[in-house]
């Protein structure tokens, strides 16, 4: 039995190669895994005597050859396969051992492999009688199978033959997304996801779901630590992400977000972040039932002790201080994240029928000093701070969004509805009256006036918006009547 092995990466490399050697395998290597195998003492027949062809152009061609390939394209139950190797003095190679160089650390011309997957293709093609293992973490089985029924199982080879392909697709995948770098939206967009977390089910218990990550890729997700609670669901991920993202977006200071339904129902920022909490929590304790907090300081024993009686599915930090999350911990539903800030996403993906929807993630692109007042009055200093936390909280609010904040804290928001006068209506109701003086973020124009008359009856004293409405001049001239200072972003954020 002959085994090729040729790796990069040469983790648990030395005990593959002495167990198959042990097992009576030759095995045929080239370049530097022949060295680190000789150097090791193991014996092995380097690719160059096989073929009888030095490698060349700098090791770009050592494995492209017949007697190679040739070995382990071989169908076995072929006459005429048998006959040519036969003819050509080719032996048959029964176990592949490959993995790549490294492109995604090392992104180069150099590093674009050509015969390592060649040989993957080659083997996992074959993988009725060839043998393909592209991960470290089959030599383990591969070898136990192999000292147990002296071969591969044709269960086990397929496994093994769907990882390769699984490899060279992701690997190609990341070369294009290497000559794609700076063009947002390239012709083609190849993605290639592992599995990386199961969940028991989606967002209804008849739906199969599961958490993937891009290949070679690691976010916040997979480097969190979970310290309680029961095994985090589908729903917990999508509104966890949501307030995680949400809350790394209110500026430098301590801050809270709780996110239900994937809306924020609750924030603030504040000198501390108990206060914080219990700001964010008072803007809709209703809705904050069964929510997401998402802290972007670390929790306070006095934050804990806040929390710790209001039902809450998922709390996430970046810390707990000393007796927070024993205090958090004891209640054996409440699911407690440590995490990482979240990194930057590349698409904005959505399905539809036989394809998907594509866009750049949303972003803030206007900052304060490119906004414009546009009424006679203007904002006072309390109200220009109220606007900025109303504009970043709305764009996490699903459009139609309102959101009305005061003193740094969200006193009212309206989400999701059909027309933007009853998200105004909603947003108002729920303030009950504290946002008297206050600030309102609306994440598109405000098409009628009658948004106005509504926001003025709340006691809204500022209003953000994008601007660009047909009836601008109808609004302003509304906002003018009632007093009230409006500013116009000139950008949009709605979130469907």
């Not at 070369?175 to 939206?185: H, K, Q, R, T």
Request: hydrophobic share 40%; aromatic share 6%.
């Amino acid at each position: 039995m002959k085994a090729l092995i040729s790796v990069y990466d040469k983790t648990g490399l030395t005990n593959l190669a002495r167990g198959l050697v042990d097992l009576g395998w030759e095995i045929v290597s080239s370049g530097g895994t022949a060295t680190a195998l000789s150097d090791e003492g193991i014996p092995v027949t380097p690719v160059e005597e096989l073929t009888a062809s030095p490698e060349m152009l700098g090791g770009r061609v050592k494995t492209l050859h017949p007697r190679i390939h040739g070995g382990i394209l071989a169908d076995r139950d072929k006459p005429e396969h048998s006959a040519d190797l036969e003819g050509q003095g080719i032996e048959p190679i029964d176990l592949v051992v490959c993995n790549l160089y490294p492109f995604r650390s090392k992104p180069s011309l150099e590093m674009i492999d050509v015969g390592g997957p060649t040989m993957v293709r080659a083997a996992a093609k074959n993988h009725a009688h060839v043998g393909v293992v592209v991960d470290p973490g089959d030599y383990g089985q591969v070898l136990d199978e192999l000292r147990a029924d002296g071969a591969l199982s044709a269960e086990t080879k397929r496994r093994l033959a769907r990882a390769a392909f699984a490899h060279t697709a992701a690997y190609d995948a990341a070369i294009v997304a290497w000559f794609d770098e700076g063009d947002v939206l390239p012709p083609t967009i190849h993605l290639a996801l592992t599995r990386a977390q199961s969940v028991r089910y989606g967002e209804n218990p008849h739906q199969q779901a599961a958490r993937y990550r891009e290949v070679g890729q690691h976010g916040w997700w997979d480097s969190m630590t979970q310290h309680g609670g029961k095994e985090l669901s589908y729903l917990n991920l999508y509104d966890t992400e949501a307030a995680w993202r949400l809350v790394h977006d209110l500026g430098d200071g301590p801050a809270v977000v709780i996110v239900k339904h994937a809306n924020p129902c609750g924030a603030a920022v504040a000198d501390d972040i108990e206060t914080a909490y219990t700001r964010a929590h008072a803007c809709d304790p209703v809705s904050a039932f069964g929510g997401i907090v998402a802290a972007n300081r670390p929790v306070s024993l006095a934050m804990a002790e806040a929390l710790a009686p209001v039902f809450t599915e998922v709390v996430v930090a970046p810390a707990y201080e000393a007796g927070a999350l024993e205090a958090l911990t004891a209640k054996k539903n409440l699911r407690v994240l440590e995490a990482d800030p979240p990194g930057h996403q590349r698409f904005d993906l959505r399905s539809i029928d036989a394809g998907l929807l594509v866009q750049e993630p949303d972003r803030f692109i206007s900052q304060r000093p490119d906004w414009r007042v546009a009424t006679k009055a203007r904002p006072t200093d309390d109200q220009w701070a109220d606007l900025a936390l109303a504009w970043r909280v709305c764009a996490w609010v699903k459009s139609n969004a309102i959101t009305f904040v005061k003193h740094g804290q969200a006193v009212g928001i309206g989400a999701g509805q059909q027309n933007r006068v009853d998200s105004v209506r909603i947003a108002a109701r729920k303030a009950d009256g504290r946002a008297r003086g206050g600030a309102c973020a609306s994440d598109a124009f405000f098409p009628f006036r009658d948004n106005i008359d509504e926001l003025a009856a709340a006691g809204i004293g500022a209003v953000v918006q994008p601007g660009g409405s047909l009836r601008d001049e109808e609004v302003i001239a509304a906002a003018d009547e009632h007093g009230l200072a409006m500013v116009f972003t000139g950008e949009r954020h709605f979130r469907h």
